[in-house]
């Protein structure tokens, strides 16, 4: 598995710390966007990189991150086939599996500490999409992309 991650300045170091939790701990193989530093950047360019490589199967999943995880995932949801949810709460991560089938989660530098996006990303990656009467939902999102 592959997993693309993305961040603009406000989400830099969450980002870092969630790469270093992939590595290391999961020893699942990264693909970083950047952004690099904490210099500014613009987030949008930071959205659409990561979902594009998702879509484009460069990456099986992504992870972004800006201050508050809202610009970042509102970029990275123009991308067709892109299902990004900002995550804020443990249930949220695993049901963003499970019903939503998201491929891109989100989260706040400046409002999600990195012991949250790090367990949040772990109940994400290992909860599995339910399917069923979710899958009609999902397409439902999918007409009008
Ligand atoms: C950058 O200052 C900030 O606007 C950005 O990181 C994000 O929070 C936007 O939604």
Redesign the pocket.
Known sequence: MKIALAA????FELKEAVKKHLIEDRHIEVLDLGTHSAE?VD?PAYGHACGKAVVSGQADCGIVC?????????SANKVKGVRCALVCSDFAAEMTKRHNNANIIAF???TTTAEDAIRYTDLWLDAEYEGGRHARRVAMIEDVE
């Open positions: 603009d300045h406000g989400g500014s987030y800006c201050g508050t995880g809202i610009g970042i995932s509102i706040g530098g400046r």
